[in-house]
């Protein structure tokens, strides 16, 4: 039986075999800690630009989506949903090919900080120190229907009752291991775990096979800011300035460190993301740099001043490019060279504050990428951006997709 919408209009079905996890890897500014320093899309409809001449021209704006109370805080893509979530704890579920609002959902106090789809469920980690697991159900009249809160009841029930289990979170005080003492900024997924960074410094991992915590980690100095998980690999990035890379022992079950990368000295890392190939990892500073690595290595390839003001958010692009949000209101794009090096082809600026969130469609469109952008401004943008590769790439461009206004 096909589902309907709110507003009576018949929906498109809601998980694309295609999807694929989806993570928020990226930190607020405005609510941070006090650091010790603190597919193609079917049936789309809108006429997508030859690329001209001029790079900096050649993005096009699709759509301004409004709705929330407050300031975008994160953003996902779910099949053909796009969710989007804010300081107002309001989650709101824009539906493809129209880009009208679907549904809104939402639970818990305080904002929420990052999304994650995993498959038919979605994750939420809020200021609350809470995760809300979440089903995406075809059956169900409410189509996103919550499944439990983590760290659960029973896995609390089962371990409040030993000394052993309690950890030292402030003075005088304490909580279970398995619960974050502070807001949760991001998450990860990775081979049947969820992964989960917080602004009490640690890393928690948990299974989805019975939403149990089975690990903390004390990974950092300062509050995780972002995660992001590669090729087996888990990194954190950190207002220590420090990006740490995590893998998982099959013998003994637990995380080790294998790498460290470093920044500029008193400089926060707000956001973490790695090159579609597993071979660069690439961080975000409250100085505005983007600096890269070499995963194998450790080497640093790159050292660029990417925006006037601190880099907030990142995400990868096709492959070979990268997009940078930044509190300057401006997206930066860039391309990456064979050696990790990275050059800015284009910016991207309507935003009327500074961007809080990326992501970029893992499809081409049209010879370009469908690219969504959340900011303080409470407004989620929808963006069409060429792939600023050679000339033959500008003839796919020339056809015409087909988008209704919003």
């Known amino acids: 039986m096909p589902l309907h919408s709110r507003n009576g209009g018949l929906s498109t079905p809601l998980l694309s075999s295609s999807s694929a996890p989806s993570s928020n890897s990226s930190s607020d500014t405005d609510e941070s800690p006090a650091p010790s320093r603190r597919h193609d899309f079917p049936d789309l409809h809108f006429p997508i630009p030859k690329p001209p001449i001029s790079p900096s021209q050649s993005y096009k704006s699709l759509a301004i989506l409004s709705g929330h109370i407050g300031s975008v805080s994160c953003l996902s893509l779910c099949g053909e949903f796009i969710l989007s979530a804010s300081q107002g704890r309001d989650i709101i579920v824009w539906q493809h090919p129209d880009l009208r609002q679907f549904t809104k959902f939402g639970q818990g106090d305080g904002s929420v900080k990052a999304i994650l789809t995993v498959g038919n469920k979605v994750f939420t980690a809020h200021q609350d120190s809470r995760i809300r697991a979440w089903k995406v159900s075809r059956r169900s009249e409410n189509v996103f229907r919550i499944l439990d809160t983590l760290p659960t009841t029973k896995d609390c029930l089962g371990k409040f009752m030993r000394q052993s289990n309690y950890v030292q979170t402030r003075r005088n005080h304490k909580k279970l291991w398995i619960q974050h003492a502070d807001s949760i900024s991001c998450l990860a997924f990775h081979n049947g775990h969820l992964y989960s960074g917080s602004w009490d410094k640690t890393l928690k991992v948990w299974s989805l096979s019975d939403f149990k915590c089975v690990e903390s980690i004390k990974a950092h100095e300062d509050a ?174 020339d056809r015409f997709l087909r988008l209704p206004s919003v």
């Not at 890379?245 to 080790?256: P, V």
């Not at 469109?365 to 401004?377: A, I, K, P």
Request: aromatic share 10%.
């Open 224 to 397: 995780i800011n972002g995660l992001i998980s590669s090729h087996g690999v888990v990194y954190s990035a950190s207002a220590d300035g420090k990006i740490k890379a995590w893998r998982r022992t099959e013998k003994e079950r637990i995380h080790s460190l294998v790498g460290l990368m470093e920044g500029h000295t008193d400089v926060s890392f707000n956001t973490v993301v790695v090159s579609e190939d597993g071979g660069f990892v690439y961080g975000g500073g409250s100085d505005g740099y983007v600096m890269g690595w070499d995963r194998v290595g450790g080497k640093r390839v790159c050292e660029v001043k990417a925006h006037e003001m601190a880099v907030l958010c990142m995400c990868v692009m096709g492959g070979d490019f990268l997009c940078s949000g930044s509190a300057d209101k401006s997206i930066g794009i860039w391309r990456r060279e064979m050696n990790g090096g990275i050059f800015r082809v284009g910016v991207i600026k309507g935003h009327e504050g500074p961007i809080r969130c990326l992501q970029a469609s893992p499809f081409s469109v049209g010879g370009g990428f469908m690219l969504y952008s959340g900011s303080l401004d409470r407004s989620l943008r929808v963006w069409w951006v060429p792939k600023y590769c050679d000339r033959s790439e500008e003839k796919s461009a």
